[in-house]
Each structure stands twice: as structure tokens, then as C-alpha cells.
């Protein structure tokens, strides 16, 4: 289905492109991966960019919330509505209840088009109907009521947990649990937070610039950007696009990595000269930022299962102008037994974990939907390998930081207790979780933990 001159001039081509990306995204494509082949593919320009990326990421989030709209609005319920036309309807509803910039005749017009040119000729009234119908329902309430109080009363008792999953589009599941983690106030923090486009966040390259001279290189070329409190961290704000453009991505001066990220090198402790493990490092902000704080002088290696992955990691270090990072292609459960001679070998060891992504739902739109308990019941138990895996390698005295970027206690805190109940000759040096919506950045839990016998643990096997 190509797009034509006419197509761009009437504003369709951006709105063609999410729905093209939400249909891969429904076939099982990740959001990010989707989104970037279709801009890569169109020739679009910045604004319409900005839009297409705007709409997908938007539509993906309040999938739930879309959804009951539909149901209330349709005489189909909306999962057994057409696929193709029940993307095209998130795309025209998240305009009209989310998009204050957008006319809502522009939202209504651009979706009963694309039915058309698309083949669905047939449902288009269809579309026109729901869509006609939604205005109708929003002239009748006060535009800063937020999209959920427009729902027509659901039937029926409706719990806590039904509620706030509505509200902010989260799986009912993950509503149940924020309740019963956190305060209700917190809880409705962190949903809301979800739904929030994240900051760009860049880590300044010690190694090659200091923040006041990317601070104003960036204004000189008309970016908001502005210091937060990490002390080689500059945050961009309404930006889009792509950041390789931006001044200094050239030279090495910065990389890309959220706020929260960069928090969990530092609590290594890096000194130069150290011998440094990062165990599950690609695609590898971590192991280039513990670079950094140890001035590019001591022994790092970055191991990762991933070949193609570790490739971006040395390309990314090459950039930045780091030399002592070495990359091996592994399973990090197995390297106290692949290679002995690391036994008692590392002074730190860092194990950013697999994990459930809890704490980044706001970066990745699509993540809420593709993860359910079953696979954070899998998920605990492959931390739990990796960390008994990883222990032998660590030197007497030495440390290992446990991070994750979730907020699932079996992932964090019950982890690192049923560690230490198992390993006496190591203890708790401190523990942090970051939750969303009570911090800037993603949510992250670290812990830090000490080896206090004298000799390391042999890997069994």
C-alpha cells in the first residue's frame, strides 16, 4: 500500500505509518524495532515523524483503555473487531481523546480515509459511526476531564485494582500487585507515570568533554536541554528523532542512557587498575560508563550471549574512545566453569539481570502487554542461575552489584534474601529500588553485596 503526494499533503502518511507499525506490533514485532524500519523505509519529514511516533507509542500504551472505548461505542466488542480496523480505531481515538493539538475533524477525517484506501471501504462507515459518536459523548463533559471519566458507567462492581488498570491502560494483573506494593497514592503515581513519554538522558564521556561544554553546544543548536542532579547527566525534553544527530555524537562526547541507568556503575566503586566483570552486558551503556569512572585504565570485560549485540557494544566503545573494554561471547552461568582460571579472579562484578522490565514501561510501550506472571516466575529463576553462576568469580573482599531495572520484589528484594540465606560468607552492603513516579527516570533496584570469606566459592559441575 504505497503512499502518494495527495496521501502527505492530507496528513495521512504519519497516520498510515502507525497503523502499519500497530499491525506489526499485533503479529508479534517489538514497538521500538517496528517503528524504526517504517521511518527508516518513508521519507517523511520531522513533524511528521514526530507525529507517527507520537500515535504509535500512544496507541500501543492505552491499549486497554481504547479497547473500552470500543466497547462501549460499537456494537462489536473490540476483540472481535477486524484486526486491521481495530487498529485503524485506536489510532482515530487515542487523536480524539488524547491529542489536544490535533482538530478533531482532522482525526476523523484521516482515519474514514485510510478505511477507504485500505480496502475496508465497506467498514468505513463503521469507523465514522464510533468516532462521531466519541465527540458526541466528549462535547458533553469538561475538556480537562481526563479520557477515562468520559467512559459510559461500566455495569456492574468494579474493584480497585479494575479501576486503575482502566484508568492508566495496565494489564489487571500488574494493577492487583501495584496495590498491594504500594500505597494507593504511589500506585497511582506509578500507573500514571507509565503513560508519560520518557526524557531523552545523555551521559557525559569524561573521557572527552565535561557537561558545561555539552550543555552548550547543545543550546547553540537550539536543544532544551538542562544538568539533572547524576553528575554527568543532561536531560532533553519534546524532542524527537534521531539522537545520533545531535551534536557531539560524532566526537564521543556523550551516549544515550536513561537517568536511573546511570546510577548503578557508580555504586561499584570503580577504581582504575580494577579487574571488572560486566556479566549480561550488552548492548552495553554499563560496561562503557564503568570505563569512564575507572579512566579507560584496568581490565573490563564485557561478556554477552550475543554476538551481533556485543559487536554494537565495541562499536558504541570505539566511539567513545574506550580501549580497555574486551568483549566474549557467552553464557555468563557458566563461566566459572568455561574459564576456572576466573575463579576468585574479579574485585567487582556487575550482573544487570534479565528481568521483567517492570520499572521501563514508559520507555517501552509495548511491554506491559507482552509480559504476564508465568514469565517473571521463569525470569527469577534465571537470576537465581546467573548468580550462583557468577559468585566464584568474585575476589576475597571483593563485590558484586545485583541490578535490574523492575520493581517485582521476587526479582529484587526476595532474590537477594534467598541468596544470602543459601551463601553465609557474603553479606548486604545496601539495596535501593527506584520506583516510577516517585523518581525521574526508569525504575531500577540494585544491591550491593561483599564477599567476607577469605576464599571464593568452587563452581560445582
Known sequence: MGLTVEAALIGLAPRQLAWQVLQAVAAGAYADGALERELNRLPLESADRALATELTYGAIRQQRLLDAWLDALGKVPAARQPPRLRWLLHLGCYQLLFSERIPAAAAVNTTVELAKRAGLG?????????????????????????????????????????????????????????????PPENAEAFAASCNQAPSLDLRINPQRSNREQVLEALHKAGFSAEPLVESQAIGLRGRGGDPRHLPGYDEGTWCVQDRSAQRIAPLLDPQPGMRILDACAAPGGKSTHLAELIGDQGELWAVDRSEARLRRLQRNADRLGLTCIQTLAADACRLAMERPHWQGHFDRVLLDAPCSGLGTLARHADARWRINPGAIADLVGLQQQ????????????????????????????????????????????????????????????????????????????
Do not use: K, M
Open 386 to 461: 546467573l548468580l550462583e553462576g557468577l559468585l566464584p568469580l568474585v575476589a576475597p573482599r571483593g563485590q558484586l552489584v545485583y541490578a535490574t531495572c523492575t520493581v517485582h520484589p521476587a526479582e529484587n528484594d526476595d532474590q537477594i534474601t534467598g541468596l544470602l540465606s543459601r551463601h553465609p560468607g557474603w553479606r548486604l552492603v545496601r539495596s535501593q529500588q527506584w520506583w516510577p513516579g516517585q523518581v525521574e527516570g526508569d525504575g531500577f533496584f540494585a544491591a550491593v553485596l561483599q564477599r567476607t570469606d577469605e576464599w571464593p566459592e568452587r563452581a560445582a559441575g
Open 122 to 182: 465497506r467498514l468505513a462507515p463503521v469507523a465514522n459511526g464510533i468516532l462521531r459518536g466519541l465527540l458526541r459523548l466528549r462535547q458533553h463533559l469538561p475538556a480537562e476531564a481526563p479520557p477515562w471519566q468520559w467512559l459510559p458507567q461500566l455495569e456492574g462492581p468494579v474493584t480497585a485494582a479494575e479501576e486503575l488498570g482502566l484508568r492508566h491502560s495496565l494489564p489487571a494483573w500488574l494493577a492487583g500487585l501495584l496495590l498491594q506494593w504500594l
